[in-house]
């Protein structure tokens, strides 16, 4: 289908989000190019942010954390040696999204805002999460959707980034028609139950702005782990996020999240709950491990997403413990 839109430069964060109200920002344009092709999205308007370079900052600021720019793209963040060297997780989860080629393209708020890779979703059919009645993927071809979290749409959500930044509690800085918000990441991402057809709270016109990552406590780690079928740029099977604080051979904070299991990137509250005072030895590594997922309800080709998270999360805390 041949689409006409506008394409916009705006001169000011303002503007940007005057205009992309009845419209679509644009960043890399890695999905949302895409989308457009494949006749999902139809935006009469794209609001290019890359016009906006006070976007692009990476800052860290003493006692405040690291205020990460809505433009830096994945590759900046994958290359950053401040990052490497005490956020990990972050730089893990950047240098594994996607191929290089995407990578210096893609932005931080466009990998946070991306759509869901469904098949059906990306396909010709009329699914739930496009307006229509059914889920495709219910009785369908599933091997790769959500075993948790899944009402009436099974999608799992494809940001890496999301899972490592969730795990370090990150916030993001919204910038809208209604002025700034700061919401926690995990308030970010919407539950099929809530509503199939978004993925997140975003109110037309609004814009991520930088992602705040608090300075983590002193003696923290975080690492970022992907299972992926191919070797190189594939999604998520499943992905596990840790930053913890180990006092003494045992955790004595911190979260572990989870990508490829739910249709947003996940906090397990009983794993979580099991993290603190457990130690980081054998018994201790395989208690923490059999907590996750113990409510996963698997549709029928994706119940080894249970079993690979679990041992994914036993690698990562013996990574952590070494
Ligand atoms: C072949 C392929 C493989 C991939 N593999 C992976 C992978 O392994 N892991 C992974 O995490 N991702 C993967 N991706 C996704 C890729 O990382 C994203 O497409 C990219 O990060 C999106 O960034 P962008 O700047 O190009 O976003 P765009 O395409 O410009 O925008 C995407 C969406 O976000 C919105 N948006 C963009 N910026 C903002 C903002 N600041 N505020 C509010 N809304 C905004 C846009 O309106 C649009 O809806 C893959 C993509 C492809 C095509
Ligand atoms: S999982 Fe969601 S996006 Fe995929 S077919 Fe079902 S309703 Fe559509």
């Known amino acids: 289908m041949n689409q006409q839109f506008e394409y916009i430069n705006p001169q000011s964060l303002d503007e940007a989000v005057k205009l992309a109200g009845q419209g679509s920002v644009y960043a890399g344009g890695t999905d949302l190019l895409g989308l457009m092709k494949n006749d999902i999205a139809h ?9 906006l ?6 800052e860290r600021q003493k006692g405040k954390g690291l205020r990460l720019g809505a433009l830096v793209t994945l590759n900046e963040l994958a290359e950053n040696e401040m990052l490497q060297k005490d956020f990990p997780a972050i730089s893990q989860a950047a ?18 805002c991306q759509r869901p890779r469904c098949w ?10 496009k307006g229509g009645a059914t889920c495709f993927a219910m009785d369908g ?50 539950l099929p139950e809530d509503d199939p057809t ?22 923290s780690r975080s690492v970022f782990v992907k299972f992926r079928e191919r070797s190189a740029w594939d999604f998520a099977v499943v992905s596990v996020a ?16 989870l990508g490829g299991v739910a249709p947003v990137p996940w906090l397990d509250k009983k794993l979580n709950n099991t993290l603190a005072g457990t130690a980081l030895d054998e018994n201790g590594i395989n208690k923490i491990a059999a907590s996750a997922l113990t409510d996963a309800e ?4 994706n119940g080894y997403k249970v079993i690979l998270a679990r041992n994914m999360i036993k690698g990562v805390l013996q990574s952590l413990a070494g």
């Not at 990306?122 to 739930?128: E, I, K, P, T, V």
């Not at 790769?144 to 890496?160: A, L, R």
């Not at 840790?242 to 004595?252: E, F, K, P, T």
């Not at 698997?298 to 080709?301: A, D, R, S, W």
């Open 95 to 112: 240098g594994s999204a996607a191929s290089p080629q995407l990578r210096n393209v893609g932005t931080l708020g466009g990998n946070l």
């Open 43 to 51: 935006p009469q308007r794209l609001v290019n942010l890359k016009a």
């Open 242 to 257: 840790a930053a913890l604080q180990v006092q003494n051979g045992a955790i004595s904070g911190g979260k572990i999240a």
């Open 198 to 219: 978004v993925e997140t709270v975003l109110q037309p016109g609004e814009i991520i702005t930088s992602v705040i990552v608090p300075e983590q406590p002193v003696g």
């Open 120 to 129: 059906y979703f990306r396909g010709d059919f009329d699914c739930l999460r």
């Open 53 to 58: 370079p006070e976007l692009k900052a990476v």
């Open 141 to 190: 071809e599933n091997k790769y959707h959500c075993v948790v979290g899944g009402d009436g749409c099974y999608i799992v959500h494809p940001s890496d980034m999301a899972v490592a930044l969730l795990a370090l509690e990150a916030k993001l800085e919204i910038y809208g028609p209604g002025g700034q918000r700061l919401l926690p990441i995990s308030h970010f991402y919407v």
């Open 298 to 301: 698997p549709l029928e080709q």
